[in-house]
């Protein structure tokens, strides 16, 4: 029987433009079209296994070999630092993580920054590189407030268009990091299943470069 | 038959220890603790950076080993014209990711310290092959050598100051990030090429070697060349020895031959080894090393499948039959080589194959599969 190999593909709007890319690929599985609440979908043939896990949850699935290959945001990858193979820049999903306080804010380097974000880790890397001293204050959602209540002096959070922050009175002030969604596989699979990675890699990277 | 206490990783441990020890490499054996001083001075060489730390009665900080190679480094002959073969298996304490835990790990491993030549890195290569077809058949050997990887970003002028970063990368395969960090370092086109190239090589070993000589030829000095080729083509097996350039180390404590062991079905290396030439000078050594360690407890975790029963057969006995009549039945039963747990109670929660109950020194299948 042919080793089936197991995607792991982030829930959503990103999820489905992805699993298209697979698709052209040469890598359908037309079940997963159907509006079902199937999690796990296979197609013998192609020797492929899909499933949708939460988009935060693709590295861990990737990382610890339940998926063979996946796609998760630069984001996620940066801040749980996953040991994988980071085998393709898929271009799609862009945003950036980004810096930002209230309008009037002005940053006084004699005192311990307050920074709000779900992003603790890309926060610490960050100032750590800026040598400034901070305080992290982790939050699980709704960054934008923080700043505007007074519970930290900045946040580092995803931008996307920027809407929510201009409607909170919020302004970027500096650019993390560009993030982006990107194939990962582990690095086992990829010891065995590594001919077949390998031809999703190069068939997406084709679409990629179209797409530019 | 259900077996309670078998543990594959104890009959690996077994297996593996005589494989070195018929190769002659002497049992090592070390104190659970070591001074905290020597995990302080040597951090990044540590898998985890927690260490478990502890006073003694003399104000002495103690620490729980995270590692193992550091402690027999230090204790090791410092004499570049002997060679001291060493293996050992030893409890190592890490914070696992993720968990913020610490975990007890079951580690083996061997040590070659002293006259390091082609031929002991050869063995050890080997050696590392046969411990992972003592796991299983389905294994991979992915071997890289620093040394050629260093020559190379010497050459295309990656500066020191980011050859971790560079290093970091490439252990990702991450090709794309690669790219952009070179040419932000000013690296010409014809140097990313080359790395670029480098890292997507694969196929049959001797294909592989032939190919990666000539990308390599005027860039890597020929003595380097000469080793990685003679020791990787006199290795055995073409499809469990990959050579894979994304197989890194920390420069800082590696400098020659890398390499980590999979097995399929384990989501990540379960054996770790390389030249440490770089830590030996670190320690003050004049004499080279090389060694590898198995990790037991990825075995365990992902090999040992669970067992369907907890005991083969659960008797339970009343007061109507005798202590002589009970005893007899389970050796009877054991004898037959069932396991058996008796009892006069039925417990909670267990998965048995057989329940039998004994009365008046009869005995009667109550149930089975349960």
């Given at each position: 029987?042919?080793?089936?190999l197991?995607?792991?593909?982030?829930?959503?709007?990103?999820?489905?433009?992805v699993?298209?890319?697979?698709?052209?690929?040469?890598?359908?599985c037309?079940?997963?079209?159907?509006?079902?609440?199937?999690?796990?979908?296979?197609?013998?043939?192609?020797?492929?296994?899909?499933?949708?896990?939460?988009?935060?949850?693709?590295?861990?699935?990737?990382?610890?070999?339940?998926?063979?290959?996946g796609?998760?945001?630069?984001?996620?990858?940066?801040?749980?630092?996953?040991?994988?193979?980071?085998?393709?820049?898929?271009?799609?999903?862009?945003?950036?993580?980004?810096?930002?306080?209230?309008?009037?804010?002005?940053?006084?380097?004699?005192?311990?920054?307050?920074?709000?974000?779900?992003?603790?880790?890309?926060?610490?890397?960050?100032?750590?590189?800026?040598?400034?001293?901070?305080?992290?204050?982790?939050?699980?959602?709704?960054?934008?407030?923080?700043?505007?209540?007074?519970?930290?002096?900045?946040?580092?959070?995803?931008?996307e268009?920027?809407?929510?922050?201009?409607?909170?009175?919020?302004?970027?002030?500096?650019?993390?990091?560009?993030?982006?969604?990107?194939?990962?596989?582990?690095?086992?699979?990829?010891?065995?299943?590594?001919?077949?990675?390998?031809?999703?890699?190069?068939?997406?990277?084709?679409?990629?470069?179209?797409?530019v | 038959?259900?077996?309670?206490?078998?543990?594959i990783?104890?009959s690996?441990?077994?297996?593996?220890?005589?494989?070195?020890g018929?190769?002659?490499?002497?049992?090592?054996?070390?104190?659970?603790?070591?001074?905290?001083?020597?995990?302080?001075?040597?951090?990044?060489?540590?898998?985890?950076?927690?260490?478990?730390?502890?006073?003694?009665?003399?104000?002495?900080?103690?620490?729980?080993?995270?590692?193992?190679?550091?402690?027999?480094?230090?204790?090791?002959?410092?004499?570049?014209?002997?060679?001291?073969?060493?293996?050992?298996?030893?409890?190592?304490?890490?914070?696992?990711?993720?968990?913020?835990?610490?975990?007890?790990?079951?580690?083996?491993?061997?040590?070659?310290?002293?006259?390091?030549?082609?031929?002991?890195?050869?063995?050890v290569?080997?050696?590392?092959?046969?411990?992972?077809?003592?796991?299983?058949?389905?294994?991979?050997?992915?071997?890289?050598?620093?040394?050629?990887?260093?020559?190379v970003?010497?050459?295309?002028?990656?500066?020191?100051?980011?050859?971790?970063?560079?290093?970091?990368?490439?252990?990702?395969?991450?090709?794309?990030?690669?790219?952009?960090?070179?040419?932000?370092?000013?690296?010409?086109?014809?140097?990313?090429?080359?790395?670029?190239?480098?890292?997507?090589?694969?196929?049959?070993?001797?294909?592989?070697?032939?190919?990666?000589?000539?990308?390599?030829?005027?860039?890597?000095?020929?003595?380097?060349?000469?080793?990685?080729?003679?020791?990787?083509?006199?290795?055995?097996?073409?499809?469990?020895?990959?050579?894979?350039?994304?197989?890194?180390g920390?420069?800082?404590?590696?400098?020659?031959?890398?390499?980590?062991?999979?097995?399929?079905?384990?989501?990540?290396?379960?054996?770790?080894?390389?030249?440490?030439?770089?830590?030996?000078?670190?320690?003050?050594?004049?004499?080279?090393?090389?060694?590898?360690?198995?990790?037991?407890?990825?075995?365990?975790?992902?090999?040992?499948?669970?067992?369907?029963?907890?005991?083969?057969?659960?008797?339970?006995?009343?007061?109507?039959?005798?202590?002589?009549?009970?005893?007899?039945?389970?050796?009877?039963?054991?004898?037959?080589?069932?396991?058996?747990l008796?009892?006069?109670?039925?417990?909670?929660?267990?998965?048995?194959?057989?329940?039998?109950?004994?009365?008046?020194?009869?005995?009667?299948?109550?149930?089975?599969?349960?």
């Open positions: 029987m042919k080793p089936m197991n995607i792991a593909l982030p829930k959503g709007r990103l999820g489905e433009k699993y298209a890319m697979f698709e052209t690929a040469g890598f359908p037309p079940a997963i079209r159907e509006n079902n609440r199937k999690l796990v979908f296979e197609n013998e043939e192609a020797g492929v296994r899909y499933f949708w896990v939460k988009p935060s949850d693709v590295a861990i699935y990737v990382e610890r070999g339940a998926a063979d290959i796609v998760a945001g630069k984001d996620i990858l940066l801040e749980y630092e996953p040991d994988i193979f980071e085998l393709l820049d898929l271009k799609i999903g862009k945003c950036r993580m980004a810096v930002a306080a209230k309008k009037d804010f002005r940053d006084d380097a004699g005192r311990t920054l307050r920074v709000a974000t779900k992003f603790s880790n890309i926060a610490e890397n960050y100032y750590l590189s800026c040598g400034r001293d901070i305080d992290i204050i982790h939050l699980n959602g709704s960054i934008e407030i923080a700043p505007i209540l007074g519970l930290s002096d900045v946040i580092v959070d995803i931008v268009t920027g809407t929510t922050l201009r409607e909170n009175n919020l302004v970027v002030i500096d650019t993390v990091v560009p993030i982006s969604a990107r194939l990962i596989a582990n690095k086992s699979s990829y010891k065995f299943k590594g001919e077949a990675i390998d031809r999703i890699v190069s068939e997406m990277a084709k679409q990629v470069e179209e797409s | 038959m259900t077996q309670p206490l078998r543990d990783g104890e690996i441990l077994f297996s593996l220890r005589s494989l070195y018929l190769h002659g490499y002497s049992h090592y054996k070390m104190n659970k603790f070591e001074e905290y001083d020597l995990y302080a001075r040597n951090k990044d060489f540590l898998i985890s950076d927690s260490v478990i730390t502890f006073t003694d009665g003399n104000g002495k900080l103690l620490a729980l080993k995270p590692d193992v190679t550091l402690s027999i480094v230090k204790n090791s002959k410092d004499r570049s014209d002997t060679l001291e073969k060493l293996y050992y298996n030893e409890n190592v304490y890490r914070m696992s990711k993720g968990s913020r835990h610490f975990k007890e790990i079951m580690q083996v491993g061997l040590e070659c310290i002293g006259k390091v030549d082609d031929y002991c890195i050869y063995e290569l080997t050696l590392a092959q046969k411990s992972l077809d003592a796991i299983s058949r389905n294994h991979v050997l992915s071997v890289s050598h620093l040394g050629i990887l260093s020559e970003m010497e050459k295309i002028a990656v500066p020191d100051g980011s050859r971790a970063a560079v290093l970091h990368l490439i252990g990702e395969k991450n090709l794309h990030e690669l790219g952009s960090l070179l040419a932000g370092l000013g690296v010409c086109d014809e140097g990313i090429a080359l790395l670029r190239r480098l890292l997507s090589i694969r196929g049959r070993t001797d294909e592989v070697l032939k190919t990666t000589g000539e990308l390599l030829r005027g860039v890597v000095s020929d003595d380097t060349m000469t080793r990685f080729t003679s020791v990787l083509s006199a290795l055995a097996s073409e499809e469990n020895l990959h050579i894979d350039f994304s197989v890194v920390d420069i800082h404590y590696y400098n020659g031959f890398v390499f980590k062991g999979f097995v399929e079905g384990i989501p990540t290396s379960l054996l770790s080894g390389g030249e440490y030439n770089m830590l030996m000078k670190k320690m003050g050594r004049s004499s080279e090393a090389i060694g590898f360690a198995v990790y037991l407890d990825m075995i365990e975790q992902y090999i040992r499948k669970p067992e369907k029963y907890d005991v083969d057969v659960v008797l339970l006995y009343d007061d109507t039959s005798s202590l002589p009549q009970i005893g007899n039945e389970v050796q009877r039963l054991t004898d037959g080589g069932e396991s058996v008796s009892g006069s109670v039925l417990p909670e929660q267990i998965k048995y194959r057989k329940l039998m109950k004994m009365r008046n020194g009869r005995v009667d299948i109550i149930e089975t599969d349960a």
